[in-house]
């Protein structure tokens, strides 16, 4: 299936005014070239790359497509995260700029797995620090949280950024879902977890990512590898919506992942209130007197 998509696009590559409406592309000619348009040009370039790129295109486009991703200006959504191990359990309501990828939340509830509480504060990342209102709220470590849901929530859209690299997998068989695989990683010094990897199960007959696989190194500051992780949460996309164009998912379930084999439940989210049209309040992102702005992590 994937072959055929892809002699597809080599065609549409070749004629550039061409409509590309396997990944929500439409039909322009180079005089009405638009911001949206240009992106998604140049992400497909990037995605045709590789083997594993065109498998993220392909998953890009069942959910709505390049074009109409960059014509989204902003992504709001209430994000409701709670971690067995750890206890902890929060709600935020957040905004982000889809293009220069600063992010706000209003904090909603905040307390132990089992009684988050009604809770006052807000966090962001303004693109130099990330900061968080009251000071006092030691749970959340805003450096983290600000842009963490954001991207677990627009996977497989961000995957087509610079700076990645795609790896193809065998495929593999899901709940009886056969879906194709594909490892994504960063290249050297990209963000503050450049050693983080996201592997997509995508679903061989809807093009759906029906699970990721990923890895945490914010805090050790493992660099990339190409060697496949030890450890790996095994987390679940259900329950999905469209909104504004967008195919996104509403429910999240995480469980312990190592040596191949799916182990005891980890994490869970939900996601609410989802928009992609909304407007974004820049001086949101400003620190309130008395913010904690929060330290890049230490390294070993």
Same mark, same amino acid.
């Given at each position: 299936?994937?072959?055929?998509?892809?002699?597809?696009?080599?065609?549409?590559?070749?004629?550039?005014?061409?409509?590309?409406?396997?990944?929500?592309?439409?039909?322009?000619?180079?005089?009405?070239?638009?911001?949206?348009?240009?992106?998604?040009?140049?992400?497909?370039?990037?995605?045709?790359? &590789?083997?594993?790129?065109?498998?993220?295109?392909?998953?890009?486009?069942?959910?709505?497509?390049?074009?109409?991703?960059?014509?989204?200006?902003?992504?709001?959504?209430?994000?409701?995260?709670?971690?067995?191990?750890?206890?902890?359990?929060?709600?935020?309501?957040?905004?982000?700029?889809?293009?220069?990828?600063?992010?706000?939340?209003?904090?909603?509830?905040?307390?132990?797995?089992?009684?988050?509480?009604?809770?006052?504060?807000?966090?962001?990342?303004?693109?130099?620090?990330?900061?968080?209102?009251?000071?006092?709220?030691?749970?959340?470590?805003?450096?983290?949280?600000?842009?963490?849901?954001?991207?677990?929530?627009?996977? +497989?859209?961000?995957?087509?950024?610079?700076?990645?690299?795609?790896?193809?997998?065998?495929?593999?068989?899901?709940?009886?879902?056969?879906?194709?695989?594909?490892?994504?990683?960063?290249?050297?010094?990209?963000?503050? &977890?450049?050693?983080?990897?996201?592997?997509?199960?995508?679903?061989?007959?809807?093009?759906?990512?029906?699970?990721?696989?990923?890895?945490?190194?914010?805090?050790?500051?493992?660099?990339?590898?190409?060697?496949?992780?030890?450890?790996?949460?095994?987390?679940?996309?259900?329950?999905?919506?469209?909104?504004?164009?967008?195919?996104?998912?509403?429910?999240?379930?995480?469980?312990?992942?190592?040596?191949?084999?799916?182990?005891?439940?980890?994490?869970?989210?939900?996601?609410?209130?989802? &928009?992609?049209?909304?407007?974004?309040?820049?001086?949101?992102?400003?620190? +309130?007197?008395?913010?904690?702005?929060?330290?890049?992590?230490?390294?070993?």
């Amino acid at each position: 299936m994937l072959k055929d998509q892809v002699g597809k696009w080599q065609v549409m590559l070749m004629l550039p005014s061409v409509v590309l409406s396997g990944c929500g592309m439409a039909a322009h000619t180079p005089h009405a070239a638009t911001p949206a348009t240009m992106q998604a040009e140049s992400a497909l370039v990037r995605l045709m790359d &590789s083997q594993g790129g065109q498998l993220v295109l392909r998953a890009i486009g069942a959910h709505g497509g390049l074009e109409t991703w960059y014509n989204t200006r902003t992504s709001a959504f209430a994000w409701e995260y709670s971690n067995a191990g750890m206890d902890f359990r929060f709600k935020s309501y957040q905004v982000a700029d889809n293009r220069t990828r600063l992010i706000y939340h209003e904090l909603q509830t905040l307390g132990t797995q089992a009684n988050p509480e009604p809770a006052t504060g807000s966090f962001a990342w303004n693109g130099t620090d990330a900061w968080i209102y009251p000071a006092g709220i030691d749970a959340i470590n805003p450096r983290f949280w600000a842009t963490a849901p954001y991207y677990f929530q627009l996977i +497989p859209f961000l995957l087509a950024d610079p700076g990645l690299r795609y790896t193809t997998l065998p495929a593999q068989e899901l709940d009886g879902v056969d879906c194709d695989m594909v490892r994504v990683g960063y290249k050297e010094g990209i963000g503050d &977890s450049p050693g983080d990897t996201y592997t997509l199960y995508v679903d061989q007959t809807s093009g759906l990512v029906r699970a990721i696989r990923y890895t945490v190194t914010y805090f050790s500051g493992q660099p990339p590898s190409e060697e496949p992780p030890k450890r790996e949460t095994l987390f679940y996309y259900e329950d999905y919506v469209t909104v504004d164009g967008l195919t996104v998912p509403t429910r999240f379930r995480g469980f312990l992942f190592q040596d191949g084999q799916m182990g005891e439940f980890k994490n869970e989210a939900w996601a609410s209130d989802i &928009s992609f049209n909304g407007t974004f309040e820049a001086n949101k992102l400003v620190a +309130p007197a008395g913010a904690r702005v929060q330290a890049p992590p230490a390294r070993p």
